[in-house]
């Protein structure tokens, strides 16, 4: 049989970070056993449901890499196809007309709480002739479900689940105006797309028991369930936005690399002995659902930041110099993508996330005169300036203008002052750059060439 998932996301909102991983999971779940990967966007909730949200949603989706097979399924245009259903099974003996008033529902409900029962329909209109209905009512299609026995889940990660039929109600498949109820599009639209394995959040496993029934009813085959654990926040709490329940598209702002968003998302509740660092590769070589733990993963800024950090540093220098470009508003500034890319190994050493990349890199892009920041103008002493004018002279006589060779002038200047190298270094940095920390000072002098940094000490010592 071949594998089938799907990911089905409501447009309600953006593309979050659960629902990202669980995006994740199906894509990784169907490479590896070399089967196919849909989306469908449940947009049955026409008051909430719009069209920015699922831009997002595709966006968020792209950006991350899970290309999806065949074209999205829009659930709110396979609404026939759903009342079809409901009418087929109201034929068949599995469903009935249901003429409760919100009045009467209402009443059941309170005679419910009074009596400390669970809220459920109580079935009045289960075996009732149609002929008995009130005049001018229209009604719904309720599924007539199994009232004695189990319904039982076998879940590929929270293992044998059941409940007790009686404890289930006959829910709405389809609503007074003809509109379908989400749980009864959901199966409908799973059947039709041939979904062989459904992977979601565990907050959908009651849902479950819902939908066996109406699998049950309608005589198809059921799909495997797997019913991932939540995220929650490092603090162990629900995700909430100061955890990180934010959107995509947030953490592309904040300058994470896809790749590695992947790997994290991965490693949130699933995992590979000791490996930390899981290639996209590997995750469709490794990936399956015997792995993924029932226990709530706990998301870790800290813990992403490190890892964004050892993917920008394996990352290819051009599509850095292109990311931090874009960032700093110069997208197609030739002359500066040719700077950034000369300069990326010394400023991706030590930075997490492109936005830090990108600030570190502002000095590159900066136009002269530069402005100093408060430390840096700090260093600007008369002694650090009669060095400053000295060594710029020094340095106008250069024969190669590599790294090595001006270090070693710079040094010789040091030791022939008799001044330490940080008394001429640091002075140089702050001229250069406008502030006291940037990559290694040589390779920065390198990459602004000989007619900029000369340019920049000017500006420096004229002003």
């Known amino acids: ?73 829009f659930q709110f245009a396979r609404a026939q196809r759903h009342a079809e259903v409901a009418r087929e099974l109201l034929a068949a003996g599995k469903a009935y007309y249901c003429y409760c008033s919100a009045e009467e529902l209402d009443q059941m409900r309170e005679a419910a709480r009074a009596a400390g029962k669970p ?55 389809l609503r007074s105006d003809g509109t379908p109820t989400y749980m009864h599009a959901v199966v409908v639209d799973d059947h039709d797309m041939g979904i062989t394995q459904v992977i979601r959040g565990d907050d959908h496993l009651t849902n479950t028991f819902r939908q066996l029934q109406i699998y049950q009813a309608a005589g198809w085959e059921a799909p495997s369930f797997a019913h991932i654990p939540l995220i929650h926040g490092a603090d162990g709490a629900k995700l909430s936005k100061r955890h990180g329940a934010l959107g995509v598209e947030a953490y592309r702002e904040m300058g994470y690399l896809p790749e590695a968003l992947r790997n994290y998302l991965l490693r949130l509740g699933w995992g590979h002995g000791d490996d930390e660092i899981i290639s996209t590769e590997q995750a469709i070589q490794w990936f399956d659902l015997d792995a993924v733990g029932r226990a709530p993963s706990r998301f870790d800024f800290a813990k992403l930041d490190n890892l964004n950090g050892h993917y920008i540093r394996e990352t290819d220098d051009a599509r850095l110099a292109r990311e931090v470009a874009e960032r700093l508003g110069r997208a197609g500034d030739a002359t500066l993508l040719a700077r950034l890319q000369a300069g990326m190994p010394g400023l991706k050493a030590r930075a997490k996330t492109l936005k830090e990349l990108a600030e570190n890199a502002k000095f590159y892009a900066a136009a002269r005169p530069l402005t100093l920041d408060d430390k840096a103008r700090g260093q600007m002493t008369p002694e650090a300036r009669g060095v400053l004018t000295a060594l710029r002279a020094a340095l106008a006589g250069a024969a190669n203008w590599v790294a090595a060779d001006l270090e070693a002038l710079a040094r010789g200047f040091a030791e022939a ?17 406008g502030a006291t920390t940037s990559p290694p000072i040589f390779e920065v002098m390198q990459v602004l060439g000989r007619d900029e940094t000369l340019g920049r000490i000017d500006d420096c010592l004229t002003a």
């Open 417 to 433: 002052k008799a001044v330490k190298l940080g008394q001429v270094a640091q002075p140089l940095r702050a001229a250069l750059t």
């Open 119 to 173: 809220v459920r329909y109580d079935g009045r209109w289960r075996d009732r002739d149609p002929k008995d209905a009130p005049a001018g009512v229209k009604p719904v299609i309720r599924l007539k479900a199994p009232t004695t026995g189990e319904t039982i889940v076998h879940d590929k990660v929270q293992g044998e689940v059941k409940v007790a039929n009686d404890q289930l109600d006959d829910m709405i498949l």
């Open 1 to 73: 049989m071949s594998i089938v998932t799907r990911f089905a996301p409501s447009p309600t909102g953006f593309l979050h970070i659960g629902g990202a991983r669980t995006a994740l999971f199906n894509w990784l779940y169907a490479r590896h056993h070399g089967g196919t990967y849909r989306l469908r966007i449940e947009d049955t909730d026409r008051q909430r449901s719009t069209k920015e949200a699922i831009d997002a949603i595709v966006e968020g989706l792209k950006w991350l890499g899970l290309d999806w097979d065949g074209e999205i399924v």
